[in-house]
């Protein structure tokens, strides 16, 4: 099973912050990023991941769209933010058991 620890963090193209992004068996995808473009804590660039303690995570389904599937129920946005460890670890299990 996949964990936070298991992503591979990378500078955000766009050059501030930083982006992983998760490819799961079932097609989704799950995309973390954090920095001053990102509802992270700290809302600052820096490309060391143990510099943030909370992230904003996005989900894409197999045809490449958002989907809010598996947050919750009256989330109404596209990303959710300020998602510590803990938290992205329940969202990963979320994801990888669904078929």
């Known amino acids: 099973m996949k964990r936070f620890k298991?992503?591979?963090?990378?500078?955000?193209?766009?050059?501030?912050?930083?982006?992983?992004?998760?490819?799961?068996?079932?097609?989704?995808?799950?995309?973390?990023?954090?920095?001053?473009?990102?509802?992270s804590t700290p809302r600052e660039d820096n490309v060391d991941p143990d510099?943030?303690?909370?992230?904003?995570?996005?989900?894409?389904?197999?045809?490449?769209?958002?989907?809010?599937?598996f947050f919750p129920e009256d989330h109404n946005d596209d990303v959710m933010g300020w998602q510590d460890r803990e938290e992205i670890n329940i969202l990963i299990s979320k994801i990888q058991s669904r078929k």
């Open 51 to 69: 510099f943030f303690s909370t992230f904003e995570v996005a989900v894409f389904n197999p045809n490449g769209d958002f989907t809010r599937e």
């Open 6 to 39: 298991d992503l591979e963090f990378k500078p955000h193209p766009n050059g501030e912050g930083i982006i992983s992004r998760l490819n799961f068996d079932n097609g989704f995808l799950l995309s973390v990023i954090a920095g001053g473009i990102a509802y």
